[in-house]
């Protein structure tokens, strides 16, 4: 069974870099065919898929957040971690880590995390 944590500030001030970190237990993050991603749910509107970073290293991430979004990894400890930089009060949201794997009609998530509340605010 996999097992994914979020971890991290809950409050941001306005142009930070929100920081987080995913643990991640019972599968490892370098296992093929999977995908480590960062999703968020600001209040009142739907997912919004951040970006994820695969199982040999490589990175993607959502046009609209590109410019400002981080995903990285730590294979010694088993964790993922996202960094979002000039942050406003936008920005607040539940973020959630989660996994997917690959399959014949695309990725699909198979685990998420519990998600963790952010809020941007002086």
């Known amino acids: 069974q996999v097992q994914l944590q979020e971890s991290g500030p809950g409050l941001v001030k306005p142009s930070q870099t929100l920081s987080l970190t995913c643990t991640v237990s019972?599968?490892?993050?370098?296992?093929?065919?999977?995908?480590w991603t960062w999703i968020r749910q600001p209040p009142g509107k739907g997912l919004e898929w951040m970006g994820f970073i695969i199982y040999d290293g490589s990175t993607y991430y959502s046009p609209s957040l590109k410019s400002r979004t981080s995903i990285s990894r730590d294979t010694s400890k088993n964790q993922f971690s996202l960094q979002l930089s000039s942050v406003t009060p936008e920005d607040t949201a539940v973020y959630y880590c989660?996994?997917?794997?690959?399959?014949?009609?695309?990725?699909?998530?198979?685990?998420w995390g519990q998600g963790t509340q952010v809020t941007v605010s002086s």
């Open positions: 989660a996994r997917e794997k690959a399959t014949t009609e695309g990725w699909e998530y198979d685990y």
């Open positions: 019972g599968g490892s993050i370098t296992t093929s065919y999977y995908a």
